[in-house]
């Protein structure tokens, strides 16, 4: 059974720091893509940032030189560090594996972060 689980959302004042972890199993972690998406209230589902299998990244411009993605094979986890957080980064962020072959694809459950004062 795949299962990808995030952790450590929370409220955060505006300029703060939090750091996501998503945990994999059930997959072949090396193999895939590993995304974070948000979704705030009311919006669409978007892609914050992205590292391939390989290690390339890539993030959208909203988040650039603030949030950085990595992952750590070992362990079977992608992390999402945020810093310099604004209320606008409020939202449901999401952990996503991706694979095109074959295809595959799965979602967390999803982790709160609140940035308010």
């Known amino acids: 059974q795949v299962q990808l689980v995030e952790s450590g959302g929370g409220l955060v004042q505006p300029g703060g720091s939090l750091r996501l972890s998503c945990a994999a199993s059930?997959?072949?972690?090396?193999?895939?893509?590993m995304n974070w998406y948000r979704q705030a209230p009311g919006k669409q589902r978007e892609l914050v940032a992205g590292?391939?299998?390989?290690?390339?990244?890539n993030y959208v411009d909203f988040v650039k030189g603030r949030f950085t993605i990595s992952r750590d094979n070992a362990k079977n986890a992608v992390y999402l560090q945020m810093n310099s957080l604004k209320p606008e980064d409020t939202a449901v962020y999401y952990c996503?594996?991706?694979?095109?072959?074959?295809?595959?694809?799965?979602w967390g459950q999803g982790t709160q972060v609140t940035v308010s004062s």
């Open positions: 996503n594996g991706h694979r095109l072959s074959p295809p595959n694809d799965y």
């Open positions: 059930g997959i072949i972690f090396r193999f895939y893509d």
């Open positions: 590292i391939g299998s390989h290690g390339g990244t």
